[in-house]
C-alpha cells in the first residue's frame, strides 16, 4: 500500500507543478511580522567571484565552492548517512563538521535526526588533544549511525549517491535503495554503531562509476548579497523539549550551533564535533519548508514532497536573512539529460542565489511553520508536528 501510495504521489508530482504558497497571516500558522526584505545578489557577483551554477574549476567541490585537497576524491559518490540526535547520550556525533550537507528532519514525538552527506571529503582522525572522555574518539569515524527514514531515498536520488544507516523499519527499508547497513559494536549501547572513512571509503569506491557525478546547479560567492535583515541569531523551536541555537560569529564568518539537553530548562550547550572538540559551525543555515506527510497513527512515519517542485526557504548567511526558494523543478539542464541534480537555491525569478563558500545546515520544517523576529537580530522558526 505505501509502495503505491508512494508512486500515485510521484506522478502526480511530475504532472503538475507545486506553486509557492502565498504569504499568509501568522494566526493561520505562517509568516506575517517583520517580513524580510527582498534580496539581490550584490552587483560584484558576476566579476569573477561567483563560482558556479554549472560550471566549476577542477577541484573546486560543487556542494561547498571549495577547493579540495585530494580531487580524486570528486569522483566518489557522494554518501548520506544517518546519524542521529536522541537520546541524548548520542551527543556529541563524530565527523558533522565534515560534511557540505546536513539535513536535519523531523522524525515523530519531537525528534529530530541528521542525514549528512560526505563528499569530496571524508573526516580526520582526531588528535589525541581533543579526545573526551568516554567517547570513541580514536579513529576518523561518522556516527552515531541510526535507522534510514522514508525521505532519504528521495534525497540520496537528487545526489546521485548512497546512503548508510543502521537499517530500517520494515515500510521504509522496502523503500529504500542503494543502502549500506552498519550495525553498532554493542548491543548494549544504542549509541555504538559508527563507521570509520576507511571503510566509508571502500563502499564509496563499490557504488562509484569511476566519473564524477554531477552535483552542479548552486553558485557560491564569497561576497554577501544585498538585502536580508539582520540575523545574529536563529532559534528552532522543534519541541519544547528540542531546540536549537545558532549564532553568528564573526570571527568565523559562521554560524555557531547549540542545543538544549532536552530536559525543558531553555538552556543551550554548545553542539561539538567528538572528533575535533570544537562546536559546530556552518556557513550558512537554510530554513527549509516543506510539505511533511504522516503516513500511520502515532505520526512516526514520515515522508516529505521534494520532487519536482518548489517551495519557500529562508537563507542565514554572513549575520543576515535572506527570502529565498529551493527547487527541484526541471531546469533546462533536467528536461535535456533526463538526470536529477542536487536541490538548488534560488531566488523569486527562478535565479541562482549565491550561498557562502562553505558548508551548509538545512533545518527542515513543515509548510505550516512560522518564522518570525521575536527580538531585535533574533529569529525563530517554530515547527508544528504534521
Given at each position: 500500500?505505501?509502495?503505491?501510495?508512494?508512486?500515485?504521489?510521484?506522478l502526480?508530482?511530475?504532472?503538475?507543478?507545486?506553486?509557492?504558497?502565498?504569504?499568509?497571516?501568522?494566526?493561520?500558522?505562517?509568516?506575517?511580522?517583520?517580513?524580510?526584505?527582498?534580496?539581490?545578489?550584490?552587483?560584484?557577483?558576476?566579476?569573477?567571484?561567483?563560482?558556479?551554477?554549472?560550471?566549476?574549476?577542477?577541484?573546486?567541490?560543487?556542494?561547498?565552492?571549495?577547493?579540495?585537497?585530494?580531487?580524486?576524491?570528486?569522483?566518489?559518490?557522494?554518501?548520506?548517512?544517518?546519524?542521529?540526535?536522541f537520546?541524548?547520550?548520542?551527543?556529541?556525533?563524530?565527523?558533522?563538521?565534515?560534511?557540505?550537507?546536513?539535513?536535519?528532519?523531523?522524525i515523530?514525538?519531537?525528534?529530530?535526526?541528521y542525514?549528512?552527506?560526505?563528499?569530496?571529503?571524508?573526516?580526520?582522525?582526531?588528535?589525541?588533544?581533543?579526545?573526551?572522555?568516554?567517547?570513541?574518539?580514536?579513529?576518523?569515524?561518522?556516527?552515531?549511525?541510526?535507522?534510514?527514514?522514508?525521505?532519504?531515498?528521495?534525497?540520496?536520488?537528487?545526489?546521485?549517491?548512497?546512503?548508510?544507516?543502521?537499517?530500517?523499519?520494515?515500510?521504509?527499508?522496502?523503500?529504500?535503495s542503494?543502502?549500506?547497513n552498519?550495525?553498532?559494536?554493542?548491543?548494549?549501547?544504542?549509541?555504538?554503531?559508527?563507521?570509520?572513512?576507511?571503510?566509508?571509503?571502500?563502499?564509496?569506491?563499490a557504488?562509484?562509476?569511476?566519473?564524477?557525478?554531477?552535483?552542479?546547479?548552486?553558485?557560491?560567492?564569497?561576497?554577501?548579497?544585498?538585502?536580508?535583515?539582520?540575523?545574529?541569531?536563529?532559534?528552532?523551536?522543534?519541541?519544547?523539549?528540542?531546540?536549537?541555537?545558532?549564532?553568528?560569529?564573526?570571527?568565523?564568518?559562521?554560524?555557531?550551533?547549540?542545543?538544549?539537553?532536552?530536559?525543558?530548562?531553555?538552556?543551550?550547550?554548545?553542539?561539538?564535533d567528538?572528533?575535533?572538540?570544537?562546536?559546530?559551525?556552518?556557513?550558512?543555515?537554510?530554513?527549509?519548508?516543506?510539505?511533511?506527510?504522516?503516513?500511520?497513527?502515532?505520526?512516526?512515519?514520515?515522508?516529505?514532497?521534494?520532487?519536482?517542485?518548489?517551495?519557500?526557504?529562508?537563507?542565514?548567511?554572513?549575520?543576515?536573512?535572506?527570502?529565498?526558494?529551493?527547487?527541484?523543478?526541471?531546469?533546462?539542464?533536467?528536461?535535456?539529460?533526463?538526470?536529477?541534480?542536487?536541490?538548488?537555491?534560488?531566488?523569486?525569478?527562478g535565479?541562482?542565489?549565491?550561498?557562502?563558500?562553505?558548508?551548509?545546515?538545512?533545518?527542515?520544517?513543515?509548510?505550516?511553520?512560522?518564522?518570525?523576529?521575536?527580538?531585535?537580530?533574533?529569529?525563530?522558526?517554530?515547527?508544528?508536528?504534521?
Amino acid at each position: 500500500m505505501l509502495t503505491k501510495t508512494r508512486t500515485l504521489i510521484l506522478l502526480a508530482s511530475l504532472t503538475l507543478l507545486v506553486c509557492l504558497p502565498g504569504i499568509q497571516a501568522l494566526a493561520s500558522a505562517s509568516f506575517q511580522a517583520n517580513p524580510v526584505a527582498a534580496t539581490t545578489p550584490a552587483p560584484g557577483a558576476g566579476n569573477g567571484q561567483a563560482l558556479g551554477p554549472d560550471q566549476f574549476p577542477e577541484g573546486v567541490n560543487p556542494l561547498t565552492g571549495l577547493p579540495v585537497s585530494e580531487p580524486s576524491m570528486l569522483s566518489l559518490p557522494p554518501a548520506l548517512i544517518s546519524v542521529t540526535n536522541f537520546p541524548v547520550s548520542a551527543r556529541p556525533q563524530a565527523g558533522l563538521s565534515y560534511a557540505p550537507y546536513v539535513y536535519e528532519l523531523f522524525i515523530g514525538k519531537g525528534m529530530t535526526r541528521y542525514l549528512a552527506l560526505f563528499y569530496g571529503e571524508y573526516p580526520k582522525a582526531p588528535a589525541s588533544s581533543t579526545s573526551q572522555a568516554g567517547l570513541a574518539t580514536d579513529k576518523a569515524a561518522i556516527g552515531p549511525i541510526r535507522s534510514g527514514r522514508l525521505p532519504y531515498q528521495t534525497i540520496r536520488t537528487l545526489y546521485n549517491g548512497f546512503l548508510v544507516m543502521a537499517s530500517a523499519s520494515s515500510e521504509v527499508r522496502s523503500q529504500l535503495s542503494n543502502s549500506t547497513n552498519i550495525f553498532g559494536s554493542d548491543n548494549d549501547d544504542i549509541n555504538s554503531a559508527l563507521i570509520d572513512v576507511t571503510k566509508l571509503q571502500s563502499i564509496a569506491q563499490a557504488n562509484g562509476s569511476g566519473k564524477a557525478p554531477n552535483l552542479t546547479g548552486n553558485q557560491f560567492n564569497k561576497q554577501a548579497p544585498s538585502g536580508g535583515q539582520d540575523a545574529p541569531k536563529l532559534w528552532v523551536f522543534y519541541n519544547f523539549y528540542n531546540q536549537i541555537l545558532w549564532e553568528y560569529d564573526s570571527a568565523s564568518q559562521a554560524y555557531l550551533r547549540s542545543q538544549d539537553k532536552a530536559d525543558g530548562s531553555g538552556k543551550f550547550y554548545p553542539s561539538t564535533d567528538r572528533l575535533t572538540g570544537k562546536q559546530l559551525g556552518f556557513e550558512n543555515v537554510v530554513v527549509f519548508f516543506v510539505e511533511h506527510k504522516a503516513l500511520n497513527g502515532d505520526h512516526t512515519l514520515i515522508d516529505l514532497d521534494l520532487l519536482y517542485t518548489r517551495n519557500k526557504a529562508y537563507l542565514f548567511r554572513d549575520g543576515k536573512v535572506h527570502p529565498i526558494y529551493w527547487s527541484t523543478a526541471s531546469g533546462d539542464y533536467e528536461k535535456q539529460t533526463g538526470l536529477l541534480r542536487p536541490i538548488r537555491f534560488v531566488d523569486a525569478d527562478g535565479k541562482p542565489f549565491p550561498l557562502k563558500p562553505g558548508h551548509t545546515w538545512v533545518e527542515i520544517v513543515d509548510t505550516t511553520a512560522t518564522l518570525a523576529q521575536t527580538d531585535p537580530g533574533l529569529w525563530k522558526a517554530r515547527f508544528y508536528a504534521p
